[in-house]
């Protein structure tokens, strides 16, 4: 039997895969980087790792009727979380560099954690990737004990989240060595991928509709 060390291995492994793959949350937390500063970057990732942890602890305890609701109600989470995309991907291109960083209406560390988590959870196809995924590793959902489902998960969120202290803390470094100008393009480049990114969600839960 695999020991609960090498599953929490694994799952980071996994986590840290997972999160590195390109998309809109990926853009949203560099933007937040460059916005605030790389600690309210890492505090949004660490939302992002709790959100994966939270899907692959759905999927390692074969939660069925859990992952079944979420799944089922992919179109209304596709929609929503789409258009919050969109709408951040357009408020991003209209940002000036700085103005996020000095308005009272930012949101504190709290708010951004719980804000990027709750986008991340709009993706129910998240689930099935994790699902897919430990079953590719030979660690069938639900099939083990509750103690090696604890350590996948936690292995989940620890390669996430470390994953997002590489990547808030890299941009982090760059952030003071880029002219206005470059934050500026930095703005319009980031937001149209998310504005791209949001409307493909939409899209697809459209197709799903029909």
């Known amino acids: 039997m695999e020991s609960a060390l090498s599953l929490a291995i694994r799952g980071v492994v996994v986590g840290f895969t997972i999160a590195?793959?390109?998309?809109?949350?990926?853009?949203?937390?560099i933007r937040r980087t460059i916005a605030h500063g790389q600690l309210y970057g890492l505090v949004s990732g660490l939302g992002v790792a709790s959100a994966d942890a939270s899907y692959a602890g759905i999927a390692a305890f074969g939660l069925t009727a859990v992952s079944g609701l979420l799944v089922s109600g992919r179109v209304l989470l596709g929609l929503v979380g789409g258009a919050i995309i969109v709408l951040?991907?357009?408020r991003t291109i209209r940002s000036r560099p700085g103005e996020a960083a000095t308005t009272a209406e930012r949101p504190g560390?709290?708010?951004a954690f719980a804000s990027i988590?709750?986008?991340t959870m709009t993706?129910?196809?998240?689930?099935?990737?994790?699902?897919?995924?430990?079953?590719?590793l030979g660690f069938a959902a639900?099939?083990?004990?509750?103690?090696?489902?604890a350590a996948l998960t936690i292995g989940v969120w620890a390669g996430s989240g470390l994953w997002w202290v590489v990547l808030t803390s890299l941009v982090g470094w760059l952030r003071g060595r880029v002219s206005?100008?470059?934050?500026?393009w930095i703005?319009?480049?980031?937001?149209?991928?998310l504005v791209a990114f949001g409307l493909v969600a939409i899209a697809l839960a459209s197709g799903a509709v029909g």
């Open 20 to 29: 590195a793959a390109v998309g809109p949350i990926s853009v949203l937390t």
């Open 88 to 90: 951040l991907g357009i």
């Open 109 to 111: 560390l709290g708010p």
């Open 117 to 119: 988590y709750a986008l």
């Open 123 to 136: 993706n129910p196809m998240t689930i099935l990737s994790f699902a897919a995924v430990f079953a590719g």
């Open 142 to 149: 639900g099939a083990t004990t509750a103690g090696d489902a």
């Open 180 to 184: 206005y100008r470059g934050l500026v």
């Open 187 to 193: 703005n319009r480049a980031s937001g149209t991928a």
